[in-house]
């Protein structure tokens, strides 16, 4: 997984964990020790790889803006 998750640096994600079925936002910037940090408008946040079951580019639209629903 950490492999894998190296491929998403620098692009805004969606990343899924399965504790509580919890989904972050945000920008990886670094993936090092089972852990990948997410920025998200300025704040980081360290995440377990163990608790990882998706990783995703945030969806984007045809004109490329995000787009604001969804649905998984």
């Given amino acids: 997984m ?3 998750a190296k491929r998403f640096i620098g692009k805004e ?3 899924y964990a399965f504790d ?3 989904q972050y936002t945000g ?3 670094e993936v090092e ?3 990948l940090l997410l ?3 300025g704040q980081l946040e360290a995440i377990n790889l163990d608790y990882v079951i998706r990783i995703r580019e945030y969806p984007r639209n045809k004109n ?3 787009k ?3 649905l998984d």
């Fill in 27 to 29: 920008v990886i910037r």
């Fill in 39 to 41: 920025d998200k408008e």
């Fill in 64 to 66: 490329g803006k995000k």
């Fill in 68 to 70: 604001s629903v969804i």
């Fill in 20 to 22: 509580n079925n919890h």
């Fill in 2 to 4: 950490i492999e894998l």
């Fill in 33 to 35: 020790g089972g852990a």
């Fill in 13 to 15: 994600c969606l990343v």
